[in-house]
């Protein structure tokens, strides 16, 4: 089918201040390339502050990449004057993790979903009837549009906001941790509602989360990102089964329980978690299957053996 | 499983809150034994009780939002909730220690980690300077932060957020503690830390042999870390069985669906089970059962009587009308 998404050596470095206070750039995203198949399913997992969410707005230039190219269906974004990349931006859709900050206490939901649609000039009528098609599909009831978001518990929020963004009628969702808010007996639910809307509406994901079973229950395809880097990325099963980056199968083995639950899939893992500091070289060593050496990992190296005798 | 004394007992305690004249039932009523050389993991959702469960132990209840409605908390026979403020203080830290969810918060910013520690154990255990000393470096040894000896003399600010917590579990044991709580130790950790903290905890333990109350929203943490496991829902304990036996059999519908909306990669593409609705809400005071809303098999029964947690073989409670009987969830 072709991919929708082709990202080229991006690259993202945040100036001004860092954490440390120091005021040199920060490379947060580091030549990271893949693309995402037309009604693909695509994880992207890491740790917190590997990159995740910085990859994502530069895709969907929200902050665009300092270097490297985002293609949507063949178009380079960077190559657009602002107002066609307007036009392509609603095309495209981010939900983020919170889904308390990310509606506005003052609007009802009936107006937080109008926005978009009162932008491009659609009249009431056809504004209501949409809305109420979409809070309907991701199982709130129409009448409940004139209700502000604290009147809805997380859930609910974390469902018209997928409503929300479901408003300009994307092909492409950004899903960064949508459910990591979320109680476990919630979580299923809208887990549940986003395979179901993927589906009915043929939409391509890029579907972002620090939980790799989860990426692993979602995807066909999943990306490791750490330090700005994709240390490696194949389809899910070859991931599982065959985990060639010594971070991929650090993170496999941090599975609670062990990653058997996944696939039966059998994972050698350096034995004490640590890991090498090898020379940074990305192979591809069979179609689609890429792998990287790098992981320089520094900071909470694992450290039972020192002291626990 | 466990033939000994528990360490701690709680019976029938209710606890409720009362903010701007509204009351919210946090614990409706919880029975649950802790015994010693046992890892028991309370496992439930936001707000069902688990934080709350945790302070009543230490006798940490914000006052005077927090009533004690009733119920009794036994450390070896001993009766804590009568206990006064002063005596209850010698029990917290040396007896009984908590590791707590964000360490940043009860860590102090003002001094070393190392200072942190020789303060307790010369407080609690009478030490003098040059054993606090020896103390401080052994316990961070302890704890995997003993290496180049930075840590000891090191700000909270100055170590990672997986230091920040093996810091704060060495200042939890520094005295010994017969019984650690650790609330929620490894929530705000990535995976690769998790798994790091979930060792050393088992580790320390059975060193120790320590009991220990190990609080998470994550059934497949409690699944690792665990010997025994407590369901807790809308403030009540609704399932308890040894971990090999509850993940094999359960005896109430909502630890069996909980169980089954955890994704699995063998199941991609399938649905998930879910939970229909949402947790009842603290301020409801239902007559029966806190699960009737959501459950699948609810009954008149349900909502008319309010099921008693009862003990059924090896040990495993439940609290459902209809615990023995075999559902199809
Ligand atoms: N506006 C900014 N200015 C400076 N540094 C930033 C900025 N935004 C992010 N960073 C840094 O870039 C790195 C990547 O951040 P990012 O938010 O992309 O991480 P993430 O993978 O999404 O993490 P999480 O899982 O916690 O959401 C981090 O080190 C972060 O501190
Ligand atoms: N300080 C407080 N004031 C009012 N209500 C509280 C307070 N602390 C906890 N509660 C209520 O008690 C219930 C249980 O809370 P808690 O034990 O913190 O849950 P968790 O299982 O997430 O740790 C919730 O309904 C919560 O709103
Ligand atoms: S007592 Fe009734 S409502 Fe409660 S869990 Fe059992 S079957 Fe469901
Ligand atoms: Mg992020
Ligand atoms: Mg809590």
Redesign the pocket.
């Known amino acids: 089918m072709g991919p929708l998404i082709q990202c080229r050596n991006i690259v993202?470095i945040?100036?001004?201040?860092?954490?440390d206070g120091a005021k040199r750039g920060?490379k947060?995203?580091d030549d990271v390339s893949f693309s995402i198949e037309k009604n693909g399913n695509f994880g992207l997992v890491?740790?917190?502050?590997?990159?995740?969410?910085?990859?994502?707005?530069a895709i969907l230039y929200l902050?665009p990449p300092t270097s490297g190219k985002v293609l949507f269906d063949g178009v380079d974004l960077g190559s657009l004057r602002s107002r066609h990349l307007r036009a392509f931006r609603r095309r495209m859709q981010i939900v983020f993790?919170d889904p308390h900050s990310s509606l506005d206490p003052r609007m009802t939901i009936y107006d937080s979903l109008s926005e978009g649609l009162v932008n491009i000039g659609m009249d009431r009528a056809a504004r209501t009837k949409k809305i109420n098609r979409l809070l309907d599909l991701v199982g709130i009831s129409g009448a409940m549009g004139s209700r502000f978001p604290h009147e809805f518990s997380t859930g609910q929020r974390q469902r018209i906001v997928i409503a929300r963004a479901l408003t300009m009628d994307p092909e492409f969702l950004v899903l960064?941790?949508p459910v990591s808010n979320l109680d476990v007996s919630i979580q299923a639910q809208v887990i549940n509602l986003l395979l179901d809307i993927k589906e009915e509406l043929s939409l391509t994901y890029l579907f972002?989360s620090?939980d790799i079973n989860l990426v692993a229950y979602m995807c066909d395809t999943v990306a490791v990102?750490y330090k700005?880097k994709i240390v490696e990325q194949e389809p899910t099963e070859e991931l599982f089964a065959n985990p060639r980056n010594e971070y991929t199968q650090t993170l496999l083995a941090s599975i609670p329980g062990g990653a058997g639950r996944i696939s039966g899939a059998s994972t050698n893992i350096a034995k004490d978690g640590t890991m090498g500091n090898t020379a940074s070289a990305v192979r591809e060593l069979s179609k689609g299957h890429v792998v990287s050496n790098t992981t320089g990992r520094t900071g909470d190296k694992p450290d039972l053996t020192g002291g626990t005798r | 499983m466990n033939t000994t004394e528990p360490i701690i007992t709680i019976e029938n305690l209710r606890v409720e809150f009362t903010q701007e004249r509204q009351k919210a039932f946090a614990l409706r009523g919880i029975d649950i034994a802790f015994y010693k050389d046992e890892i028991h993991g309370l496992v439930g959702e936001s707000g069902s009780g688990k934080t709350v469960t945790a302070m009543s132990i230490m006798g940490l209840l914000p006052k005077p939002a927090a009533t004690i409605l009733s119920g009794s908390i036994r450390y070896e026979g001993k009766e804590l909730l009568s206990l006064s403020e002063d005596a209850l203080r010698t029990y917290r830290g040396s007896k009984i220690a908590m590791v707590f969810q964000e360490p940043a918060k009860y860590l102090n910013p003002a001094f070393t980690v190392g200072e942190q520690i020789r303060e307790m154990v010369m407080l609690h255990k009478g030490l003098n300077k040059h054993q606090a000393e020896m103390r401080a470096r052994e316990l961070l040894g302890l704890v995997g932060l003993g290496k180049d000896g930075r840590a000891l003399g090191a700000y909270p600010h100055e170590l990672s957020s997986g230091m920040k917590q093996r810091a704060m579990i060495a200042i939890a044991i520094s005295c010994d503690p017969d019984f650690l709580i650790a609330d929620e130790p490894t929530t705000s950790l990535?995976v690769t830390l998790q798994l790091q903290i979930l060792k050393l905890l088992k580790i320390l333990k059975k060193m120790k042999r320590m009991g220990m109350l190990f609080i998470s929203h994550d059934l497949s943490v409690i699944r690792e870390i665990a010997d025994r496991v407590s369901v807790i829902y809308a403030g009540k304990i609704v399932e308890s069985a040894s971990v090999a036996r509850l993940f094999e059999h359960q005896m109430h519908p909502y630890t069996r669906l909980l169980l089954l909306s955890i994704p699995d990669a063998r199941h991609r593409g399938k649905k998930l089970a879910t939970i229909a609705g949402q947790v009842l809400d603290a301020t409801n005071d239902p007559q029966g059962c806190v699960f009737a809303p959501r459950c699948p098999l609810a009954k008149e029964l349900c909502y008319r009587e309010s099921p008693k947690l009862i003990a059924h073989e090896q040990g495993h409670t439940s609290a459902c009308h209809f615990a023995e009987e075999a559902w199809d969830l």
Request: charged share 30%.
């Open positions: 993202k945040h100036r001004g201040r860092g954490i920060f947060a995203v890491g740790e917190s502050g590997c990159g995740k969410t910085t990859l994502a707005r902050d993790q960064d941790e972002i620090h990102m700005g | 990535d």
